[in-house]
Structure formats: structure tokens, C-alpha cells
């Protein structure tokens, strides 16, 4: 797929950033806040959704062996760079739920039975645990003292010789709260359990090194702050590839996915998570907006999205609207999201003007690298004026 070469954009100046935004067309018809729940779609995006369909329509069977697993080879590989990990470190599939069940389905619960998660967490993992109940799994569900924040006290105390994972998000997706993932990790290794981090709603906007923080699993996706498709991936620390054998499995999953043999084994690498028939679609429709985030790079990135979400807490507290998101800027992640009597009738005003957030039980304002200070300062004035009606 084309990729637009952005220059030098480490100062998202004027001109590039226009040259940036002109890739978004949703951005000229409408103030695009939406970033933690869908990112914006590049027209490259749309032109590799287009290609697929014109190979569909001269299908031939060796194209999987020609092409796409190479594409999708690439794609991982570009997504392990991204977090820190080695090439060969990680796998894609269509959602994360399916890849961590996977991870989960390698382990038996006799010895280390409890699998601890968090409320602040997104649903899949609490879900995913108490379905693994079943097998003998004992989850465990830590909860928030303020409903922002993560108890890491309270999950310290909760990671014992008894536990088999720890499954935290990299920041909270409701509320934009980064975790202590060293705290976690140190108190994990000290008992022998294992830590995958959930970074769906971070990649793309924060940085994170699996190799630095020595994490065992990393798992996010696409269709976020990476602006592309419903595409997931998983980070497997490689040392651990030799013990973990996942029980829910598929024919992508063995040594030679080709032969159609009777001996099934399990890939030696991370490919060995890999299961039935894969997405090809989402890795080819993602890798545009991965190749447009790598080139601007994380750190700068992480700088931008730092600056605006400071201006709408700014905003938003000299308004005295509610705050929902930690205000330092090394605690939060890439949202801020308010809370004020009305908030959801105000969300719907927003949409109405071509305003686009995400509404969970508050407003979650998520910018990014393509976002104005301009269209920023224009929502946080139709927002303030709002919510100073629906106060009234």
C-alpha cells in the first residue's frame, strides 16, 4: 500500500501538519476527538482495502504463499519493533481476546490457579478469567478505590505464589490512567507469575518497551491510535516460547501449516499462537497508518498528545468541570475524559455539530498527531458553553 513520506514532522510545524491531515478525509467535514475509540482512516488505508478486492477478483491459491504470508510476516515484525520486542516476537489475528485466550489456554491451574485482573481493565480479560474458571482458574478482580486510578497497592497484595498471570492494562481505557507496570512486574517476578499488558489503548500514543520493562505478553491492535483496521497482535517474550503450548489452536498454528500432514506440531516460534485461517485483510488495511506512526515516532507523537489533552484538562478545570483523568502528564495516557450533569445530552450536541468524542458514562476526548490547536480550542469552546447550559 502507498505510505505518504511526512518529511520531518518532529515539530508538527503548519505545513506539515496540513500535509499530515490532508491524508484523513473524515478531518475536513468534521473536529475528529474519537482517536481511543476509532482512529481516523488514511486514504492509503482505503487504496489497500481497494487492492485486496481487486486480487480477490483474480483469486489464486498461491497468492497465501507468495504474498500474504509475507505481508503479514512484515506487519508483525513492524508491530514488534513498535513495543520493543525482537522480529519473530509477535503474531496478529483479529481481536485480542482470542489471542490471550490463547495464551491463557497454555497454562493448567493445579499449583498457581489464580489469573488477577482489574476492574479499571477492559471487560475482556475479567470475562475471558471467569470463563477459564471452568478448568480450575481462580480470578481474581482487583478494585479501583476512586474509579480512575488502578489500586497498584491493592494489586501488589493481590499477586502471590499462587498466581499463574497478572493481566493489566497499560493505561486504563476508560479513564486514561497509565499503571505502574514496573511495580507489577518486580512483584511478579518475585513470586514466579507471569504479566501481559493490554496496550490497545495506548500503542501508537505512549511508548513501551516490552524488553526494557521485561514483560512476558503485550497485546493491542489497530484501530486506534495506529489508525487502521480491526487487526490485534500479541507479544510473546521468546525465552518463554519453549513451555507454552497453546491448547486452543489451529492448523496456522503447526510447524508447517502447508503440509497437510498428519504430524501436527506446534510452531517453534510465536507463530505457534496462531490458529485457524488468518485476517489478511486487517494487517494489509493497518500497516498504512503503523508505517505513518513509526515514521513520526512515539516519542514525538507522545509529546503532541501530552500538550493537547493538557489544554482540554486546562480548559475543563477553569470551567470547573469534572476531571476523570489524572492531571500529571506521566500518569495519563492519551485521553482526558470530564464528567458534568448533562455530559451525555451534551455528547449528543457535540455529534450533531460534526464533534466527534467516544461517551462511556463521561466524555473521552482523545486527539492526535492530526489534531489542530485550532479545532481543539473550537471544541473546547462548544463544550464549555454546553455544559454551562446544561448546568444552568
Known amino acids: 500500500a502507498r505510505v ?8 508538527f510545524d503548519g505545513t506539515k501538519l496540513r500535509a499530515i491531515r490532508e491524508e484523513f478525509p473524515v478531518l475536513a467535514s468534521s473536529i475528529y476527538l474519537n482517536t481511543n475509540s476509532t482512529g481516523a482512516f488514511p486514504r492509503a488505508a482505503k487504496e489497500a482495502l481497494e487492492g485486496f478486492g481487486a486480487l480477490l477478483g483474480s483469486w489464486r491459491d498461491e497468492l497465501w504463499k507468495e504474498r500474504f504470508f509475507g505481508d503479514l510476516a512484515a506487519h508483525a515484525d513492524a508491530l514488534a519493533e513498535l513495543v520493543g520486542g525482537e522480529k519473530g516476537s509477535v503474531v496478529t489475528d483479529a481481536n485480542v481476546a482470542t489471542l490471550l485466550g490463547r495464551v491463557v489456554s497454555c497454562f493448567a491451574f493445579e499449583d ?16 475471558l478469567f471467569q470463563g477459564f474458571a471452568r478448568y480450575g482458574a481462580e480470578p481474581v478482580v482487583v478494585p479501583s478505590r476512586d474509579g480512575v486510578r488502578v489500586d497498584t497497592e491493592g494489586l501488589l497484595r493481590a499477586i502471590d505464589e499462587r498466581t499463574r498471570l497478572v493481566c493489566i492494562p497499560h493505561a486504563t481505557p ?16 518475585e513470586v514466579g507469575a507471569l504479566v501481559a499488558v493490554d496496550a490497545f ?13 521485561d514483560l512476558d505478553f503485550v497485546l493491542g491492535g489497530s484501530h486506534k491510535f495506529l489508525c487502521g483496521l480491526g487487526a490485534a497482535f500479541l507479544y510473546v ?22 503440509a497437510f500432514g498428519d504430524a501436527l506440531t506446534h510452531a517453534t516460534g510465536t507463530r505457534r499462537f496462531l490458529a485457524g485461517t488468518p485476517s489478511v485483510i486487517g494487517a494489509l488495511v493497518s500497516r498504512p497508518g503503523l508505517a505513518m506512526v513509526r515514521e513520526l515516532g512515539v516519542d514525538a507523537i ?8 493538557g489544554r482540554v484538562i486546562a480548559r475543563a478545570k477553569e470551567a470547573k468541570i469534572d ?11 492519551a485521553i482526558a475524559c470530564l464528567s458534568f450533569p448533562g455530559d451525555a445530552a451534551v455528547h449528543k450536541e457535540l455529534l450533531a455539530r460534526n464533534m466527534v468524542t467516544s461517551y462511556r458514562g463521561l466524555i473521552r476526548v482523545a486527539p492526535h498527531f492530526y489534531t489542530t490547536d485550532e479545532e ?4 473546547m469552546d462548544t463544550l464549555v458553553e454546553l455544559a454551562r447550559k446544561a448546568r444552568a
Open 302 to 309: 507522545r509529546a503532541r498528545s501530552t500538550a493537547l489533552t
Open 174 to 189: 476508560g479513564t486514561g490512567a497509565l499503571v505502574d507496570l514496573g511495580a507489577v512486574v518486580a512483584r511478579a517476578r
Open 112 to 127: 498457581r490457579p489464580k489469573l488477577v485482573t482489574t476492574t479499571l481493565d477492559f471487560p475482556t480479560a475479567p470475562f
Open 237 to 258: 517474550k521468546p525465552k518463554l516460547l519453549p513451555e507454552l503450548r497453546p491448547a486452543v489452536t489451529g492448523w496456522m498454528g503447526t510447524e508447517d501449516p502447508l
Open 376 to 379: 481543539l480550542e473550537t471544541f
Open 323 to 333: 476531571v476523570k483523568t489524572p492531571e500529571r502528564p506521566e500518569e495519563r495516557g
Open 4 to 11: 505518504h513520506s511526512l518529511g520531518d514532522t518532529m515539530t
Open 201 to 213: 489503548a495506548t500503542v501508537g500514543a505512549v511508548p513501551i518497551d516490552a524488553r526494557a520493562l
